[in-house]
């Protein structure tokens, strides 16, 4: 609803000094919103982890980066978080938006200006990217306990069609005339919504997810297999969690807001 209204706001706005200052409020408030994001998911990490066996780290912190990141200066991308399981390494990239309700209100008019679907697609790529450039960047000694690297993207919003429509992308995207050097596997990364990020966490569900996305991401490349290959992608990447696990809500517990 919020990005409708902005998108109301663009359209009925007068003149392009008018929707330039809408544009800059509205890039105030998004920016409150990530930071208040991030800020909920570092928290919410730090109530389930903070106890268990499970390990994460928030890479804005450079205390915590100095202990993940060969180079942790503020000018080397990175993701958000890392979280350590038994098994896997999840490199954690957070988003407020996708991109996807942003305000279509410009007219696409010079082939030198791309069309704002392009901005989308460009904001995950980047976010992917950002994954790939964490997990290259990692410390000897995490890489050194040759656990399993797996990509997050957790979006402040609705995920339904989008990780299938990426997905699409990025399997075409082999042809390196389209575009190259994504980095990316099916079965080795997904996109996520919060409420589901928040389930697999508080349900303790990340490896379960994981594998289950790996199971899935193979059948990607058999081409032997009777479904198309839309089928397939949107099998590996439209996955949700398995709901009849325990969730703790002790994180909602009023206590711990005291």
């Given amino acids: 609803m919020f990005y409708q209204y902005n998108q109301s ?33 570092n928290d919410c990490l730090d109530h389930y982890f903070k106890k268990g066996k499970s390990k994460y780290y928030d890479l804005e912190n450079e205390e915590r980066r100095k202990i ?26 957070c988003k407020n938006s996708i991109g996807l309700r942003d305000p279509f209100y410009k007219s696409y008019i010079h082939p030198k200006e791309p069309h704002p679907l392009f901005s989308t697609w460009n904001r995950l ?23 399993k690297i797996f990509y997050m993207v957790v979006v402040n919003e609705m995920v ?16 390196p005339l389209f575009i190259s050097n994504l980095n990316l596997t099916f079965g080795k990364f997904s996109m996520v919504s919060l409420p589901v990020f928040d389930y697999l966490i508080a349900s303790n569900s990340l490896e379960e997810f994981a594998q289950t996305c790996e199971e899935k991401g193979q059948l990607v ?22 709901v009849n696990k325990r969730y703790d809500t002790s994180f909602w517990s009023e206590k711990e807001w005291q």
Wanted: hydrophobic share 35%; net charge negative.
């Fill in 221 to 242: 490349y058999n081409e032997s297999d009777e479904n198309t290959l839309f089928n397939r992608i949107c099998a590996a990447l439209n996955i949700m969690p398995n």
């Fill in 125 to 147: 790529t980047g976010s992917f990217n950002q994954c790939f450039k964490t997990e290259k960047n990692l410390s000897e000694t995490f890489l050194n306990k040759k656990k």
């Fill in 68 to 93: 993940v990141l060969k180079k942790y200066d503020n000018n080397t991308s990175r993701a958000d978080f890392l979280i350590e399981t038994d098994n896997y390494i999840f490199v954690i990239e």
């Fill in 9 to 41: 706001l663009l359209k009925n706005a007068i003149g392009e000094d008018e929707k330039n200052n809408i544009e800059k409020d509205i890039k105030t408030v998004n920016d409150q919103i990530g930071k208040a994001y991030e800020s909920y998911i």
């Fill in 160 to 175: 339904i069609a989008e990780p299938a429509v990426f997905g699409m992308c990025v399997y075409y995207a082999k042809d």
